[in-house]
């Protein structure tokens, strides 16, 4: 047998918004809770999401537990057993975590995988493939590498 699809919302506002077992466009609310959903685009004060899909964030303070995170720019990030693309944040808390790049002030991390983690005080166990002089080192050759590029094809034309 199959399950019913879930319902698609194309989007949300209010003082709460909460979002269970559905599919959402946009959410602009205060307050957004999010279980076992997908939400494509999420601007609030606060965000809760558990088990849930978010694909692009802007809050003042970001909670994700057993999900998935695009993008997020936040004051303060948790995040718990979870995968994540992009975090821009003041603070972030992650625990057991796979990322692609951490960029935050302050960055509190128990069993985190990364591609670059940069911050102005990272502590705890981060594997990271570029620390932040890494990172701004392969940022700044890829830079000169793509002008030094395009002023050969100007040179060829």
């Known amino acids: 047998m199959s399950q019913p699809d879930s319902p698609v919302v194309p989007s949300a506002q209010g003082d709460v918004v909460r979002v269970t077992e559905a599919a959402v466009g946009s959410v602009r609310a205060d307050r957004v809770v999010s279980q076992r959903s997908t939400v494509r685009h999420t601007h609030a004060q606060h ?19 057993r999900g998935a995170l695009g993008g997020a720019t936040s004051g303060r990030t948790q995040v718990r057993n979870a995968a994540m693309g992009v975090n821009v944040s003041g603070n972030a808390r992650l625990e057991n975590v796979a990322a692609s790049w951490v960029v935050a002030g302050n960055v509190q991390a128990d069993r985190v995988l990364s591609l670059a983690v940069v911050g102005g005080n990272v502590s705890g166990n981060v594997r990271a493939l570029f620390g932040t002089r890494a990172a701004i080192a392969f940022g ?16 060829l034309r």
């Open 140 to 155: 700044l050759a890829l830079g000169v590498s793509s002008l030094v590029a395009r002023l050969i094809g100007r040179l």
């Open 47 to 65: 965000v809760q999401a558990d088990r849930s899909l978010m694909v692009m964030n802007r809050t003042d303070q970001l909670n994700v537990t």
